[in-house]
């Protein structure tokens, strides 16, 4: 079965960082680029950064609220995507979803179920 | 403000059809592939419409899609009551340089 399952969520003050993990089973995750798509309570989806595969390069790319802050990482031997955030801010609250990217149809394809972050004083 | 806008929500009966809207411009959705998700409540997002009108393996016949110029439109048919969701359109944007999406639409069922 295809899964994608985030875990490291959870409370953290402004200014705080955070490591969210993604664990992925089911497909060739070495041939997979990922990416991560976050949602604020009771708002839309907002894209967060994506990593290509490491035959495609390696390379990250993120969007301008979080670039700087956030960092994403992969490590193919474990099956394992990664996001380190760094001074985190009130309106990172959100919940980060773990996602496969198709690159030629520029889809988030696979989801995970998600992981809360609340950062709250 | 979301990049590309839809409308906030939708309504219609069961057995009917709806559609939902997303608009954009000539960075985004002029120049590349539409997708939509749906989201029911409480779960994750799932793809459900990629490169503007294919269907991912297993996403009911009942939905399509649709795009001209710097606009895409999703199509529900014989609406059911487990239809009721947001649902999302997304395109990668040449100008900012990654995916952006509208702002959601939650349809109901009446």
């Known amino acids: 079965e295809v899964q994608l399952v985030e875990s490291g969520g959870g409370l953290v003050k402004p200014g705080g960082s955070l490591r969210l993990s993604c664990a992925a089973s089911?497909?060739?995750?070495?041939?997979?680029?990922m990416s991560w798509v976050r949602q604020a309570p009771g708002k839309g989806l907002e894209w967060v950064g994506r990593?290509?595969?490491?035959?495609?390069?390696?390379?990250?790319d993120y969007a301008a609220p979080v670039k700087g802050r956030f960092t994403i990482s992969r490590d193919d031997s474990k099956n394992t995507l990664y996001l380190q955030m760094n001074s985190l801010k009130t309106e990172d609250t959100a919940v980060y979803y773990c996602?496969?990217?198709?690159?030629?149809?520029?889809?988030?394809?696979?989801w995970g179920q998600g992981t809360m972050v609340t950062v709250s004083s | 403000q979301s990049v590309l806008t839809q409308p906030p929500s939708v309504s219609e009966a069961p057995r009917q059809r709806v559609t939902i809207s997303c608009s954009g411009s000539?960075?985004?959705?002029?120049?590349?592939?539409v997708n939509w998700y749906q989201q029911l409540p409480g779960k994750a997002p799932k793809l459900l419409i990629y490169?503007?009108?294919l269907l991912p393996s297993g996403v009911s016949d009942r939905f399509s899609g649709s795009k001209s110029g710097t606009s895409a439109s999703l199509a529900i048919s014989g609406l059911q009551s487990e239809d009721e969701a947001d649902y999302y359109c997304?395109?990668?944007?040449?100008?900012?340089?990654?995916?952006?999406f509208g702002g959601g639409t939650k349809l109901t069922v009446l």
């Open positions: 996602t496969t990217f198709l690159p030629r149809e520029d889809a988030f394809d696979i």
């Open positions: 990593i290509k595969s490491k035959t495609d390069g390696g390379t990250t």
């Open positions: 089911g497909f060739t995750f070495s041939n997979a680029w």
């Open positions: 997304a395109a990668w944007d040449d100008r900012l340089n990654g995916p952006v």
């Open positions: 490169y503007d009108d």
């Open positions: 000539s960075s985004n959705i002029g120049n590349n592939a």
